[in-house]
């Protein structure tokens, strides 16, 4: 029986690859930890589909009017930025708001030194893909980096479930069996 070369078997393996849920758009399963075993986890989103983190040039925080905004969640009015061209690009994705992700370092000059003050989340109401939204605001001079939102999907943070009885040293006798909660000797 001849064989059939490999070559004939390439455009299938290539379907069959390119088929696979790893090459499907930008979603993943995912289930939280805290949530124990689930036999089907759900997909979700790689990013966030509304909001992205940029970063701006030393040049273009000076430009800016975002350098007054110190606190995590101090937004800027209007949603602008006070540089023109930036704020073009933006509004015409949608833009909402432009607000700082989070505190400022205490040690002002070392995060000056690492850009961290530079960095500013925008808030879009858009249908369009947040990818594309980026490499269109990373191609403005005063924009040097820009990031997707990749935390984690509906940002649930676990806590711990209620007890039914407080935690500390009154439980020590049911703990302990041996122990009857009386004082081992006195201070008399």
């Not at 940002?155 to 302990?176: D, F, I, K, S, V």
Request: net charge positive; with cysteine.
């Amino acid at each position: 029986m001849p064989r059939k070369p490999l070559h004939d078997l390439a455009p299938l393996a290539l379907t069959i690859l390119l088929a696979s849920p790893g090459f499907a758009a930008a979603t993943r399963a995912f289930v939280p930890a805290q949530d124990g075993f689930v036999p089907q986890a759900k997909e979700v989103e790689q990013y966030a589909p509304d909001r992205l983190l940029v970063q701006l040039t030393r040049d273009g925080l000076t430009a800016s009017r975002l350098s007054m905004l110190l606190d995590k969640g101090a937004r800027a009015p209007g949603s602008a930025t006070g540089i023109a061209s930036l704020d073009a690009l933006a509004a015409a994705a949608g833009v909402r708001a432009v607000e700082r992700p989070y505190d400022l370092p205490a040690d002002a000059a070392k995060a000056a030194d690492l850009g961290a003050d530079r960095w500013f989340m925008f808030r879009f109401e858009t249908k369009q893909d947040m990818a594309d939204v980026a490499k269109a605001l990373g191609r403005d001079p005063s924009v040097e980096a820009v990031s997707l939102d990749c935390g984690l999907p509906g940002r649930r943070r676990p806590r711990r479930p209620p007890l039914r009885e407080p935690l500390g040293p009154q439980q020590t006798p049911a703990q302990l069996p041996g122990l009857t909660g009386a004082a081992p000797y006195d201070h008399s």
